[in-house]
């Protein structure tokens, strides 16, 4: 192993879930830098708690680094020299790495919707919605875009915590259509419980100030939270990594870029696919293991390729209800599920368990 004195300097983009669990592994035999503009750790998975009003307590960056052997610099990065190994920040300092660590995540993807970025929130957006629900003058409606994990425990969310305002979920595909046939109908059973609306087979094609414009017709909407899809961050491909139609960074078996081998990728930000397994999807469960990985790999605490197979899919439906549905290790449905106490408490215990794995 190598002492820290010996170590490399390993700077690490995003304190994301991949990048503060790879920069807290690689510290402790490495001189990290950790480069991200938040104070408090942001923790995306629990966005839709926000959005309802009721945001959950996040650990600082400080506090999930400390004594790990990381130095955090509050900045972003806006440039990266990969030749000359640098890294540019946003308050003008410069950076030079032996190793980098590109773990910048995603973010809401608009698809050119006119209206949309201008009138819909996005899930960075999560505090607004929730500020907005409060303070209304009178209960209104809220029309959700995207039939997906994250449009769905939007929609059940608001709707639970906000029971006066008229909640509808608009997908262009079905609601939940990738789940089993149990797993997607107790979604729709909670949905309409909760009074949710579900409009399916309806793509958007305009947002403004009162609602939507779909293939289906027109759907009325106050708030408009759009949760339809994200995508890479462009600095990977601005600086030359070479990325996939999507964005995403193309990465080997030890998620080394393709094409610049002194560069990790992980998280949302690289396309990673594992023999047997298949590519990842964008989500916390693929990003943890990744940042584990690296970080352990920079450690020199492991040297075989990376390996990852998927354990179960789970959503919140508001805090009374969730659904854990059981999949295959290459994330293909099996007919099973839990539900009620069970699935939302099995939930519940993961997003727990997040935190503390970060280090
Ligand atoms: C509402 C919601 C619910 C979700 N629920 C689930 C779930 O239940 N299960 C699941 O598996 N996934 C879920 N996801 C998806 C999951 O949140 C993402 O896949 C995950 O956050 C990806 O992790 P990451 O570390 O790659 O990136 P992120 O978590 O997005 O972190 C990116 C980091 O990069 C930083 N950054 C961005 N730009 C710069 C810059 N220029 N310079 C420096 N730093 C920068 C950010 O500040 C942040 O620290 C959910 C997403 C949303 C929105």
Request: hydrophobic share 45%; aromatic share 4%; proline share 4%.
């Amino acid at each position: 192993m190598t002492s820290k004195a010996n170590g490399k300097h390993i700077v690490v983009l995003g304190a994301g879930y991949a990048g503060l669990t790879a920069a807290t592994r690689a510290g402790k035999h490495n001189r990290v830098t950790l480069v991200a503009p938040e104070t408090r750790f942001r923790h995306r998975i629990r966005q839709h708690e926000t959005a309802a009003g009721h945001p959950a307590r996040r650990p600082t960056v400080a506090e999930v680094v400390r004594g790990r052997g990381v130095r955090h610099v509050r900045a972003r990065a806006t440039e990266l020299d990969l030749a000359g190994r640098k890294v540019l920040l946003d308050t003008g300092e410069t950076l030079a790495y032996d190793t980098l660590v590109y773990a910048l995540g995603s973010r809401t993807a608009w698809h050119g919707v006119p209206g949309a970025a201008e009138h819909a929130y996005g899930a960075e957006r999560a505090a607004e919605v929730g500020e907005r629900l409060r303070t209304a003058d009178r209960p209104g409606t809220v029309a959700v875009v995207g039939g997906g994990a994250t449009g769905i425990e939007m929609a059940t969310e608001i709707a639970e915590a906000h029971p006066a305002w008229k909640v509808r979920i608009v997908a262009a595909g079905r609601v939940g259509g990738w789940f089993s046939a149990r797993g997607r109908a107790h979604v729709l059973a909670v949905m309409a419980g909760l009074g949710v609306e579900v409009h399916e087979q309806a793509t958007v094609t305009a947002v403004d100030q009162d609602g939507l414009d779909t293939t289906a017709g027109r759907i009325p909407g106050d708030v408009v939270v759009w949760a339809a899809s994200m995508e890479p961050l462009p600095l990977a491909a601005e600086a030359g990594l070479t990325v996939n139609a999507a964005g995403r960074a193309v990465v080997d078996r030890y998620l080394r870029s393709v094409s610049h081998p002194d560069v990790h990728v992980i998280g949302d930000a690289a396309e990673v696919t594992v023999p047997g397994t298949g590519t990842l999807r964008m989500a916390c469960a693929t990003a943890l293991p990744m940042g584990r990985y690296v970080g352990r790999l920079l450690a020199g605490r492991t040297g075989k390729p990376f390996a990852f197979r998927y354990a179960v899919q789970c959503l919140s439906l508001g805090r009374r209800e969730g659904l854990v549905q059981l999949i295959h290790g290459d994330d293909s449905m099996r007919p099973g599920v839990l539900t009620g106490r069970t699935g939302r408490l099995t939930k519940a215990l993961i997003v727990n368990a997040v935190v503390r794995s970060l280090r």
